[in-house]
Every structure is written in structure tokens, then in C-alpha cells.
């Protein structure tokens, strides 16, 4: 499974946001559990990173997912499989 991390900030014209909704329906929405509060907790000890983030990081490691993002702070989680495109898009 890959999580995708989508930034609201891309989505400032009309065009752009019809394209990105477009895009995100091909994707299940993954919902919070107890297990996403045991991760979050063991990743909010370890790292000082936006709360939203660790989030993001507990769902992806909850599912054994990859993380596919533009976002540079998960870099620092070793225990995440991820994708992180710097420099890209």
C-alpha cells in the first residue's frame, strides 16, 4: 500500500483543484485506530516534527505502507518506507 501525502497549498486555482480531487478519488481513505495512537506516540517521543505529519507517519507505518510525499521532515524517520521527491514537480 502507498499513502500519499497531497499539500493543500498546490491547490489554489480552480483548474488545479479539479485535477487533484480528480486524482485523490483513485485513493482509499485510511482511518484512524488504536494502533495509530501507539505508533503516534512512539514517533511523537522520538522526533520534534507537526503533529499532522507524525500522523501521516503512523497511518503509513500502520499499514506497512510507503510513504510517497514532497514533504523533506520524513526523511528523518528512519522506520518509515518512503519516496520523498526533492527538487521535483
Not at 485535477?19 to 514517533?43: P, W
Not at 516534527?49 to 500522523?55: N, Q
Not at 503512523?58 to 519516496?83: P, Y
Amino acid at each position: 500500500m502507498f499513502v500519499l501525502e497531497v499539500s493543500a497549498k498546490n491547490f489554489t486555482s480552480t483548474i488545479n483543484k479539479e485535477k487533484a480531487l480528480s486524482f485523490i478519488e483513485e485513493f482509499s481513505v485510511i482511518q484512524t485506530t488504536k494502533t495509530t495512537v501507539n505508533f503516534l506516540s512512539v514517533l511523537k517521543a522520538k522526533y520534534e516534527l507537526p503533529l499532522a505529519d507524525l500522523l501521516i507517519a503512523a497511518q503509513t507505518l500502520e499499514t506497512n505502507g510507503i510513504l510517497v510525499s514532497k514533504g523533506k521532515d520524513f526523511e528523518r524517520i528512519g522506520e518509515l518506507n518512503k519516496i520523498i521527491f526533492l527538487g521535483c514537480f
